[in-house]
């Protein structure tokens, strides 16, 4: 499936900014299952200085600075992309979930890389009894993805999608506690349950296929960002996994980048000098090409 993408971010500044900076992780990542055909990131104003380069995960970054005053700064991500779906596995062949968790703390170098997801990071470090709630999936000897798909569904049950009570520096003990959020915390929660466990789990983040109700037409910038979270289940290797939708991510998922949580592949990043209050108007559209 070729789909092309627009992600638009306008700021709106009430007084006037002397400077800015800002961090942007807004370029789709080619994985085993995408191919990025084309990319282009349009600024407004247009003498922003702009450095490339792929962060410590890497994802594609960009860094914006304006060193002039400016009172609105418009970000336009353009992409055209391809997607499949992953490659089908039977949970009960991979390896149980102890045997992971002992293969990673012998720190074979060929482990270093997956060893990192292992530790809390800003957005998942919990409090909450998180174990307890991970371990009843996760039950003696059972085969690592077959407990992540089942914790995959549990989330999507006992969660409910709300986008009114958490917000981007919302922790995840918070969304555990009101069993509720948006699909960023979702994601957090399978990684911080994972990781409770001692197994390593990483954030992803996205676009998604989103449809309008049969008889309607697509609305102009409707659609949305997404995030989701990934397993590392030998012998397959990473494993996506949505519990917002409850379901392994395929061809109608695009991903962004991925890191520790969101606050490592947050699409935009900002400082800015003066400003005061401000709006911000978001829009995104993934649209299939015939």
């Not at 702009?50 to 994802?59: A, M």
């Not at 494993?239 to 699409?267: C, F, K």
């Amino acid at each position: 499936m070729e789909y092309s993408v627009r992600h638009r971010t306008t700021y709106r500044y009430s007084q006037e900014v002397s400077h800015s900076r800002h961090l942007v992780h807004l370029a789709p990542r080619a994985t085993p299952t995408q191919t990025v055909k084309d990319f282009k990131l349009l600024v407004t104003p247009g003498t922003a200085v702009r450095t490339s380069r792929s962060d410590y995960f890497g994802n594609a970054t960009e860094w914006l600075a304006l060193y002039e005053p400016h009172m609105v700064i418009d970000i336009a991500a353009e992409s055209r992309v391809t997607a499949s779906a992953p490659a089908e596995h039977d949970p009960d062949e991979s390896d149980a979930w102890e045997d992971v968790r002992a293969r990673l703390e012998t720190m074979a170098p060929e482990t270093h890389e997956i060893v990192q997801y292992i530790f809390d990071s800003p957005l998942t470090a919990f409090t909450a009894d998180l174990p307890a709630y991970a371990r009843k999936s996760f039950t003696p000897g059972r085969p690592l993805l077959a407990a992540a798909l089942e914790l995959m569904s549990r989330i999507h049950k006992d969660f409910r999608y709300d986008t009114t009570v958490t917000d981007a520096s919302t922790p995840v003990d918070r969304v555990f506690e009101i069993r509720a959020g948006v699909c960023q915390d979702l994601a957090h929660i399978g990684i911080a349950a994972m990781r409770s466990l001692g197994l390593p789990a990483r954030y992803v983040s996205g676009y998604l296929l989103t449809r309008p109700p049969p008889g309607q037409e697509r609305l102009i910038g409707a659609d949305a960002s997404h995030a989701w979270f990934a397993v590392w289940a030998p012998p397959f290797g990473w494993i996506v996994l949505d519990p917002t939708n409850d379901l392994i991510p395929g061809q109608e998922h695009i991903t962004v980048a991925w890191g520790r949580d969101y606050s490592d592949v947050a699409p935009i990043n900002g400082i800015v000098t003066g400003g005061g209050d401000h709006l911000i108007e978001v829009g995104v559209d993934v649209i299939p090409v015939e």
